[in-house]
DNA sequence: AGACATGATTATCG
DNA sequence: CGATAATCATGTCT
């Protein structure tokens, strides 16, 4: 009768042994069997982990499959994926935000102003062409200059485009490649899409810190054939004889005031056809105009001859023209065109008198005539517009430093009558012109 | 090579 | 903002 509950009491014993099962604690309570079930419990777990990695691929793949057909599947993967968004994402994700390189901007504007990196601008020696054409003729020598340049530096926008879609081209298949792995293995550990958009944003911020090292040697590159081309911006080129025949020729016939407007500068630099790069011509009539203005006053004897020569060139060129010229003062030819109408205008008349009563020292009345014209046409251009009339300077202007008053400034219808005229002549002049 | 000429740049001023 | 004066840096002549 007792081997009844000796058996079951075996029996539960065998069972436990083989399997540990909760009513087995439940039924012991307290006992050191308790700690020891665990262990083995995982002790089996790693047994089979390491079965698996006996088994064959076929079999892992089809286990895989079983677990991916799981119904419980996208609900866990789900679950496994917030966790790992909450612990590992929210650390990192708090730096996501990328503040535009400062440095990378400064690259990118000098990159654009230099026209590397903005749109094509027609390619090297053919803009160098056409800005030349553009510029008006005769640059040939400064296009000839700066083909060479625009030629190198289209050829480093050249290597850089290419580079750039190179940098491109590879960051885009390793970001495919990357993605496509992840999603791959998406489906065996849990990778979420937002989690696969930051690995592609490391790549590109990987793969543009390249393009910026790209642009940074581009950029000096850039600057290295600046430096050695156009950067000397100092370099200067003679302007041929022509034109400084021509704007000396304006200089000396406009001595009273030789202040060219703008539109007199534009077209002095279009007569003259300078075109040199860098700065507009008329930027370089005004340059000239400002040398020549300061070196003819700091040296005024100097200068003499030339201003001779120059009245000399002025009057016969204005004999030449005849008694009907017309108003046009152009400035190439300042004498021509104005010079012999004005000595019969009426206005004028009184003016050359008194100016040649003033005068009457060694010059020639052609000359004096000539150049005293082209003297009352800038003062008549200059009291039409102020309406006032400075003396002494249509007496005095051509030949002598009497044309640059106490100051050292020239004496323009700006600074109105308060000079003392050395002669009296002007009083009169003064009224009858300021009628 | 050095002096001078000359176009361009810079600082300053009104 | 334009003019001037000083200066720079290169071109040209001797």
New binding site residues.
Partial sequence: MDEQPRLMHSHAGVGMAGHPGLPQHMQEGTGGTDGDGRKQDIGDILQQIMTITDQSLDEAQARKHALNCHRMKPALFNVLCEIKEKTVLSIRGAQEEEPPDPQLMRLDNMLLAEGVSGPEKGGGSAAAAAAAAASGGAGADNSAEHSDYRAKLSQIRQIYHTELEKYEQACNEFTTHVMNLLREQSRTRPISPKEIERMVSIIHRKFSSIQMQLKQSTCEAVMILRSRFLD????????NKQA?EILNEYFYSHLSNP?PSEEAKEELAKKCSIT?A??TPSF?V???F??K???Y??NIGKFQEEANMYAARTAVSATNASAHGSQANSPSTPNSAGSAGSFNMSNSGDLFMSVQSMNGDSYQGAQVGANVQSQVDTLRHVISQTGGYSDGLTASQMYSPQGINAN???QDATTPSSVTSPTEGPGSVHSDTSN
């Fill in positions: 000397a911006r100092r370099k200067r080129r003679n302007f400084t202040y040199v860098q700065v370089q005004s340059n000239w400002g040398n203005r300061i070196r006053k700091k050292g400034g020239w």
